[in-house]
Structures are given as structure tokens and as C-alpha cells.
């Protein structure tokens, strides 16, 4: 490299889930094209490339200024090439076309052509790449042109806004392999963000306001401490204004595409759903090429399944809508009004339209939000409440105050947490009741979930609001309950505050507030253990039952989620399903979701495999489609898909969740990801990682003072990873101790799951017989459970193996392989059948089993019992590379596929 003094990379590689991926055929070619808006990642996909192509790069950057500098890119290529003789020779070139004396423009033109050609034949071999090539001069792109045809060799990257190849071609090559760099993922985001430490919530609307763009992503990201005042912030739509960063960026843009599109594009951002009819009525007949260049430069998505047009990043709309002055966006909203071919939506723009003192246009607003939430459009119809609300005269106490209650019920109803502060607001400061105000306060709460960033000051505000009135406080206490065992993790205040706002409540008289809180207490009373759980819960079903409590705080939605606990999974479907209708009718999306998710538990516990892929899948989109919390359908996604479909995607659903519930300090969600994530690291054979999982659980559930195993089963699977890794102690002290409690508690349903772990640690021992029978005892008792009685079946096949058994252990694993086909888990149906071709007949006899090696021997041992290969290396004083090769071998040899499946197979001195 000391031809190239100036040829330096200061591309610096990000981590490997954020690099852009490039397509295999790029790396068959000579000439590629990358193309996106700003911000997409360009130039980190050039450097990418350049870095894998294996050589020196030279990169050429040219600015808007040198587009119009006759040569500029030619002047920078000759510099970067200094000091090859070629390279001074076009720069002398160069001073040689730029003096004013210089007429004949043909002549000077083929003497740069030549010197170009010279310079990237002779110079030694390279990569050409031309970052920000939207701005290359034209003269130096028709030079390149033709001298990159005399080095066709020669690998050339060219990064640009939008793909314009001109009736000729590119300038790179005639025919150059073009790449549209994709956007961003939900996931990718949050890997970028991760530094910022955002909620769950910020991530997803720092997705969803970049549209994946990663450079719009941090400009967003980087200024939210300053939007924390959300009302500060507020654009003229309603929406939050966009940081200065972020307005450059998207100006750039939409800088890429003409006036006359960006006019357009402004009625589509004023308008909520924008669709062709409307735009093409606006526009006439040349909406159609302003949509393609808008289409073109990544503004927009013209090909929605129901005929909308989306801005491809919300920014994007945020900004065109906040150019405008008012008096022109009222003229907008006009035209809007006059060409819309919706009744709600014509009403809309018409509020917006009118002057914002005008009390028509807040009786008009107050029409359209009815008829929105009538047709369940819940956005809509918290935009147009709030509206109604902001526009009604304060002298008008009573309406006002009702109208903004409404557009807080609306506002939590799509979890719109922006609009729902603004209308809390307009009821604290005005003259309302008590009541209105405690009113406002709680919907926030409840609608504003863990993306609450005050809950302190609000739960303040709210006491202090519901002073005297017992009933009022009693809302607000169950409320904190929630919060204390949630997000505080202390389920034993949760259960004294629950304790006590029963107790004011029954004292008002209230009984749709004291079966709240009496279910409230009975469901940390189980988590604590307290024998007096079902006592409590009792006596909330006795009382009259109220349409005004959400269903997921019903004392019969525990109850259900109780009989799920304790494997009574008729009782708790039959429970279930009225309250899935009861919650699909009211648009209670939380409440929705979370019946789904108990269905899906419901049904995988049964061994209905596709029903609860069904569910599953439901609760997984409305979370998305509302913008909720997605640890909870994160776990539920990762349990059912883990035995019904795939354990990639449920070990993805499992680290999504852990990692957005320690975001959001939802302790209670962090257990149940770790868990999922544990399992399944377990029986894919990771124990290692699974006991890492799965310790943290223990310490989680340990500080949550959670003393009932059937609330969430982790011990079985932490004990079977600590027998696995060869610590026989602790794991029978763990099996000793939940056992004990489970029997205390009369917890049956946890007791198989703990008999298969103790098999294990029997059989570890070397006692087979014993740990046969256990299995067979437990196996015995799961008729009603064929997943868990298929799982039992398994290790007792794996027992039999070990114990040299093959008769009996093919009779189990076949029973099992049976159970699995039948209920479609087809994970473990894999399993099983792994498991029957390792038994196969044809290798039973002594002569014809695979035969160990000494050293394959020692190290399959070593590795069966937790070792890593740098371990086993040193403990044998050999290479890693030659651990590597002798597990390969007893892998191959057994038939395995996994360190799991080696602790259950290897046996020492077979």
C-alpha cells in the first residue's frame, strides 16, 4: 500500500446485525450500483462491499457544489492517486482544460479521456468507489463513461439517491448489478438504539417515524430527552414536531423529487389515509408520474392491498404537514374536504379547515369521532375527540370537560398515550369534578401501560384529586397494585395495596371496584404462596358481575388463568371464550390480547398444536396493530411455537421479550422471556447458555418473593441444566425444595415436570432402573397432557438407551414420535424420530455399534458434561482444532446433533 499514501478507509464496520445485506450476485460483477434515500446506509454498504471485494479502495465524495464544477470528480480521483505518475499527468491535464484560454472543448475532452483511461489501467489494482454519485459533475461522469470501458476489470461501487440510468446507461457500465438498500427492521432499530436506553414503546415509534431509515432513526432518538414534554413538541396535526436533525434529513429528502410532487405529497400528509382517488382528483392526470418519482426516491409506498398510499417513514407526512402556514394548510384541508370521497374524513377536514374558535367546528369534530369509533377507526376518533375538545369554548365547562373525557377514553382505546396527556390536561385544568378529574388520571394510567415515565406524579396527582372518597381511592390503588407488582416487582405491597382498596371500596359500596380489587389480591396472593388465594378469589366471583371492569382484570379471567395453572385446561376454555367475544366487541385490545394469549397456553398445554399457533399469531398482530407491549406476546409466541413450529423463531420471540421487558422494567415479563429463552436453549442443547437463562430467573423470581411453582414452572428445566453441567448437588436440592412446596401448596400439576428432572439426575448417577420407573410412573399420569406425556416418553427412551435397554427405549420413542405426529409438534416430532434412527435395528448388534476412539471417548465426555472446547483442550493438552475434529467424528459416529443429546447418550467406557 505505499503507491496509495492517500488511499485510506475510514469505513468503520458496525456489529453484524446491522450490516446491510448484500445480494450473492453482487460479488459475481464488476460494476454495482447502490442506490436509497439519505440516511438508508449507502456508504456503510459501499464500505461493506468495498471491504469484501479484498482491495485498496479509493473513494471519491463528491458535494452539491461540485456538481456544477466541470471536472471536480476527475481533479478529486487524480489527487487520491497521487503521487502515480498518471494521476500527475491528469492533473496537469486538468489546469490545462481550466484556463480561460482553452477553446477547443473536443480536443480537450479526448485528452482527458485518454489520461483518465491511462490512469486506471496502470495504476496497481483497485476498487473504485464513488459515494453521494447523485452530484458527480457531468462532464466527469461522460469521461468515466468511456474510460471505464477500456478497464473492464477494473470493480467499481457507485452510491446514489435514486436509480437514473439515462437512455445510454449508467456512467459506471452499461449494464451495472443495481441494489436498492432495504430499510431498516423493528429489530435492527433497536440493536441501533440500544445506547439510548428507550422504551419498548420509543423504539417502535422511532421505527415506525424512520421508517427504518437508520440515520433518521438516531436524529430521532438522540433528541428524546428534549420531546419529554410531549404537548411542547406538538406539530400542527396533532403530531410530535420533528427535532432540527431529523427536518434536515427529510428535507434532503424530498429535495431528491420536484416541487410538484412535494405539493402533492403534502394533501397526502394532511390527509390520514390518503388513497390514488383522492390524490388523482387533486392532482388530475398527472398524479400518476408525480406518485412514480415520489415512489422512485423511497417517499412512498403506492401498493397497500387496500389501495393507500403510505409514507414509507411518518416523518416524512410530519414534516410536509408542518410546512404549511396555517392560513395555507386551511386552504389545504379545503380542497381536502371538497375531494374526499368519505363521509368522517370530509368532516375532519373540514373542522381543520375552519377557524380553530369557530364552536361549529368542534360540534362538527364531536360528529366525525362518533362515527369513527362507531366504525372502530379508534384513531381517527381520537384525533377528532381531542379536536372537539381543544375547540369548544371554556366557557362551556360542563361540554368541554365531557369532551376531553371522551378523548381520553378514545385516545386509550388505540393507546395514542400523546393525544391522551394533552386531554388529561384540558380536564385538570379546568373546572371538573373530582371524579371527571380521577376519571382522566386512571385512563391515562391504564392506557399509558409500562410507557409511563411519571406514574409517581400521576398516582400523587390522582390521591390528591380523590381525597375523602373512598371509592375514588380505591380506583387508584388498585392501579398502583398493578404497578407495584409489575414493575417494582414487589408482589407483597401489591397485595396490602389491594388489601386496602377492597376495604374502601366495599365501604363505598362499590362492587365492581371491589371485585377488582379482590381479584387483584387473590392473583398476588397466589404468586405469594397465601393459602387463603382461592378464599379471595371466591368471593370476587360472588359479587355482581360488572360490564365496566376490563376482561383481563375480571375475577373470572383469573380463574381461568388458575385452572390453566392447575392443568384443569377444559374449565379454563370454557372460561375463556366468553371472554374472548367480550373483549373482541368492546375493541379492548389489551384485554384481547391477553385472553388470546391464555387461549394459546391453553391449547398448546392440551396438545392442540395448531389452534394455539392460531391464537398465538392473533395476539402477536394486535399487539403490533396497537401499539402495545410486545413482551407479553413475545413469551406466549415463544412457548407455543417451540413445540408447534420452529425453535429459531421462538428463541427470536423469547430474546425480543427479555429484551424489551428489561427496557421497560417489566420484572414480570423478564422471568417469562428468560424462561422461554432458558427452555429452549435447553432443548436445543445449549445447557450452558440455559443455565445462564434460567439462574437469572430463579434470582428474578426469588426477589419477586414468588413462591408458587405452577405460576411459572422454571425449576424443572434449571434443574436438568445443572445436571447436565454436572452439578448433581444443587440440583437435587433445587428438586427437594419445589417439590416440597408444590406438595404444601397442592401444586400436582408442576410434579411431572419434576419427576422427569429427577429421573435424569437418577440415571446420571447411574441408578436406571430407578429413573426408568419414575418416568414410566410420570408418563402414566399425562394422559391428558400428550406433549408433556411425549416429552416424558423421550427421556425415558433416552433412559433405556443409556441404561442398554434398546428394546424398550425404541418402544418409547416410538409411543413418543406417535404422540408428537399426532398433535402436530413438530419440533420434538423431529426429536423423536432422531432419537428412532439412533435406535435403529439394523446397528442393535454388539459388532456393528459405532466404536469410540480413546480421545473421541475422553472428549465426548469432557463435552457431555458441560466442558467448553478450550476446556476439553486444556484438560488434555491438545489443539481446539483437534477437540473440534474428534466431536465432529462422535457426533457423526452417534448420530447426534447436539450437546444435549451427547449428555444423554455418551456413557463413560462404552
Not at 796 to 814: F, M
Request: proline share 6%; net charge neutral.
Amino acid at each position: 500500500m505505499a503507491d496509495f499514501p492517500t488511499v485510506t478507509s475510514a469505513f468503520q464496520e458496525p456489529p453484524g446485525n446491522l450490516l446491510p445485506v448484500i445480494p450473492a450476485e453482487v460479488y459475481r460483477t464488476r460494476r454495482v450500483v447502490l442506490f436509497g434515500p439519505p440516511g438508508i446506509g449507502k456508504t456503510t454498504a459501499a464500505g461493506v462491499l468495498g471491504q469484501q471485494l479484498k482491495l485498496p479502495v479509493v473513494r471519491l465524495a463528491p458535494g452539491p457544489q461540485d456538481s456544477r464544477i466541470p471536472h471536480a470528480a476527475l481533479l478529486e480521483l487524480a489527487l487520491a492517486l497521487q503521487p502515480q505518475p498518471g494521476a500527475q499527468k491528469l492533473a496537469a491535464g486538468l489546469d490545462d482544460a481550466a484556463e480561460p484560454g482553452s477553446v477547443d472543448h473536443t480536443k480537450t475532452a479526448l485528452r482527458l479521456r485518454r489520461l483518465t483511461a491511462a490512469l486506471l489501467r496502470d495504476t496497481p489494482p483497485l476498487t473504485l468507489l464513488v459515494d453521494n454519485a447523485q452530484w458527480l459533475d457531468p462532464a466527469s461522469a461522460a469521461i468515466l463513461r468511456w474510460a471505464l470501458r477500456m478497464a473492464p476489470n477494473l470493480p467499481v461501487i457507485a452510491a446514489e439517491r435514486t436509480w437514473h440510468p439515462g437512455a445510454a446507461g449508467h456512467w459506471c457500465g452499461e449494464d451495472p448489478c443495481t441494489v436498492r438498500i432495504p430499510a431498516m427492521t423493528a429489530e435492527q432499530i433497536a440493536a441501533l438504539l440500544s445506547p439510548y436506553r428507550l422504551s419498548a414503546n420509543q423504539v417502535t415509534q422511532a421505527h415506525t417515524r424512520s421508517g427504518g431509515n437508520p440515520a433518521l432513526a438516531l436524529a430521532l432518538a438522540g433528541a428524546h430527552d428534549r420531546t419529554a414534554n410531549m404537548s411542547a413538541t406538538r406539530g400542527p396535526e396533532g403530531d410530535p414536531l420533528l427535532p432540527s436533525a431529523a427536518r434536515r434529513l427529510v428535507g434532503e429528502w424530498l429535495g431528491t423529487v420536484s416541487a410538484d410532487v412535494q405539493h402533492l405529497l403534502t394533501f397526502a400528509a394532511l390527509d390520514d389515509q390518503p388513497d390514488l382517488v383522492l390524490l388523482s382528483r387533486l392532482a388530475g392526470p398527472a398524479a400518476e408520474s408525480l406518485l412514480a418519482e415520489a415512489e422512485a426516491a423511497g417517499l412512498i409506498d403506492i401498493g397497500q392491498p387496500d389501495g393507500k398510499i403510505r409514507f414509507t417513514a411518518a416523518a416524512i407526512g410530519a414534516e410536509l404537514a408542518a410546512r404549511p402556514p396555517a392560513a395555507a394548510r386551511r386552504l389545504l384541508h379545503t380542497r381536502l374536504a371538497e375531494a374526499s370521497h368519505d363521509s368522517v374524513r370530509r368532516d375532519r377536514h373540514t373542522t381543520l379547515a375552519a377557524d380553530t374558535t369557530d364552536p361549529q367546528s368542534a360540534y362538527h369534530a364531536a360528529r366525525a369521532a362518533a362515527r369513527a369509533r362507531l366504525r372502530g377507526q379508534h384513531a381517527l376518533a381520537a384525533e377528532l375527540s381531542l379536536l372537539a375538545a381543544e375547540r369548544t369554548p371554556h366557557a362551556d365547562t360542563d361540554l368541554l370537560t365531557e369532551r376531553a373525557l371522551t378523548a381520553v377514553r378514545d385516545a386509550a382505546h388505540c393507546g395514542d398515550l400523546l393525544r391522551g396527556q394533552i386531554a388529561v390536561r384540558l380536564v385538570l385544568h379546568h373546572d371538573s369534578s373530582p371524579a371527571q378529574r380521577v376519571n382522566a388520571l386512571i385512563t391515562l394510567i391504564d392506557s399509558g401501560g409500562q410507557h409511563l415515565h411519571s406514574a409517581g406524579e400521576l398516582f400523587a396527582d390522582a390521591l390528591h384529586e380523590a381525597a375523602d372518597q373512598p371509592d375514588l381511592t380505591a380506583q387508584i390503588l388498585i392501579r398502583q397494585a398493578i404497578w407495584a407488582n409489575v414493575n417494582e416487582g414487589n408482589p407483597g405491597r401489591a397485595c396490602a395495596l389491594a388489601a386496602q382498596a377492597a376495604s374502601l371500596a366495599r365501604t363505598a359500596g362499590d362492587t365492581a371496584t371491589t371485585a377488582m380489587a379482590l381479584t387483584m389480591q387473590a392473583r398476588v396472593q397466589r404468586i405469594l404462596g397465601h393459602p387463603e388465594a382461592e378464599t379471595t378469589l371466591r368471593h370476587a366471583l360472588s359479587l355482581p358481575r360488572s360490564t365496566h371492569i376490563p376482561v383481563n382484570a375480571t375475577p373470572e379471567q383469573l380463574s381461568a388463568r388458575h385452572a390453566l395453572f392447575d392443568d384443569h385446561l377444559d374449565e379454563a376454555r370454557n372460561a375463556l371464550l366468553p371472554l374472548l367475544v367480550e373483549a373482541e366487541r368492546s375493541g379492548d385490545a389489551e384485554g384481547t390480547v391477553d385472553i388470546l394469549r391464555s387461549l394459546a397456553e391453553v391449547e398448546i398445554r392440551a396438545g392442540r398444536c395448531a389452534r394455539a399457533l392460531n391464537y398465538a399469531d392473533r395476539a402477536q398482530s394486535l399487539t403490533g396493530g396497537a401499539g402495545l407491549d410486545p413482551g407479553p406476546a413475545c413469551y406466549t409466541s415463544a412457548l407455543v411455537e417451540g413445540i408447534a413450529s420452529h425453535t429459531d423463531s421462538a428463541l427470536a420471540h423469547a430474546r425480543r421479550g427479555a429484551d424489551t421487558a428489561r427496557r421497560e422494567d417489566n420484572k414480570v415479563f423478564l422471568s417469562r422471556n428468560l424462561f422461554a429463552l432458558g427452555h429452549l436453549l435447553l432443548v436445543t442443547g445449549h445447557p450452558k447458555e440455559a443455565l445462564q437463562a434460567l439462574e437469572e430467573v430463579r434470582t428474578l423470581e426469588t426477589r419477586q418473593q414468588v413462591r408458587d411453582p405452577s405460576v411459572l414452572p422454571w425449576h424443572a428445566d434449571l434443574a436438568e441444566a445443572l445436571i447436565c453441567l454436572g452439578h448433581l448437588d444443587q440440583a437435587r436440592d433445587l428438586l427437594t425444595e419445589t417439590r416440597r412446596t408444590a406438595t404444601d401448596l397442592g401444586r400436582s400439576s408442576v410434579l411431572p415436570a419434576l419427576e422427569r428432572s429427577q429421573a435424569l439426575l437418577d440415571a446420571t448417577l447411574g441408578d436406571y432402573n430407578a429413573a426408568a420407573q419414575r418416568l414410566t410412573d410420570a408418563a402414566d399420569h399425562l394422559h391428558h397432557l400428550p406433549i408433556e406425556r411425549g416429552r416424558t416418553l423421550l427421556a425415558l427412551s433416552h433412559t433405556e438407551r443409556r441404561g442398554r435397554r434398546r428394546a424398550s427405549a425404541r418402544t418409547a420413542a416410538q409411543s413418543a414420535a406417535e404422540l408428537f405426529n399426532t398433535h402436530q409438534a413438530h419440533p420434538w416430532n423431529e426429536a423423536a424420530i432422531r432419537t428412532l434412527h439412533r435406535l435403529d435395528p439394523a446397528r442393535t448388534h454388539r459388532d456393528t455399534l459405532p466404536r469410540l476412539t480413546t480421545a473421541e471417548q475422553r472428549c465426548a465426555e469432557l463435552a457431555a458434561s458441560g466442558a467448553s472446547n478450550r476446556d476439553i483442550a486444556t484438560a488434555l493438552t491438545i489443539s481446539v482444532k483437534t477437540v473440534e475434529a474428534n466431536l465432529t467424528r462422535v457426533y457423526r459416529k452417534l448420530g447426534l446433533h447436539s450437546r444435549i443429546q451427547l449428555a444423554h447418550a455418551v456413557i463413560p467406557g462404552t
